[in-house]
């Protein structure tokens, strides 16, 4: 039985939710995406999982409840702390990106602009994880 590459995507935008899904969809069977619209019901999701999601792709813009503070929550849980984490936002400053990195994301990126650029980020993001089954 070959092991799936869980993948939840936090983002409050639903046709970037929808274009991850899709590209993540296309790469292969390997990876299943879930999503939250939103870092509270991400974490609500979290405190629930079985089995918890190899990787996390967490957008920083969002309003209420951000990115950071959701980072900031999967990391000093003593359930969650061991996923990566990566940012993946539109817009990143260095400033935020070293913050970020500092405050335990594994990675950040910007958000691709064209579906087949989605799909090599995601990609390259978990072949540098090593979350890919073999």
Do not use: H, W
Request: with cysteine; charged share 20%; aromatic share 6%.
């Amino acid at each position: 039985m070959n092991k799936k590459t869980n993948i939840l995507l936090i983002d409050d935008d639903a046709d970037d939710r929808l274009l991850f899904v899709t590209a993540a969809a296309e790469i292969g069977s390997m990876l299943e995406c879930s999503c939250a619209g939103g870092t509270s019901e991400a974490m609500d999701y979290l405190n629930r999982a079985e089995p918890l999601p190899d990787v996390i792709f967490l957008d920083m813009n969002m309003p209420g409840f951000d990115g950071k503070r959701c980072l900031l929550q999967v990391k000093s849980s003593q359930r969650l702390k061991d996923i990566p984490v990566i940012i993946y936002s539109t817009f990143i400053s260095q400033e935020t990106e070293n913050e970020m990195l500092r405050l335990g994301a594994s990675s950040v990126i910007t958000k691709p602009g064209d579906f087949n650029s989605i799909q090599i980020a995601i990609l390259k993001c978990i072949q540098s994880l090593n979350a890919l089954p073999q």
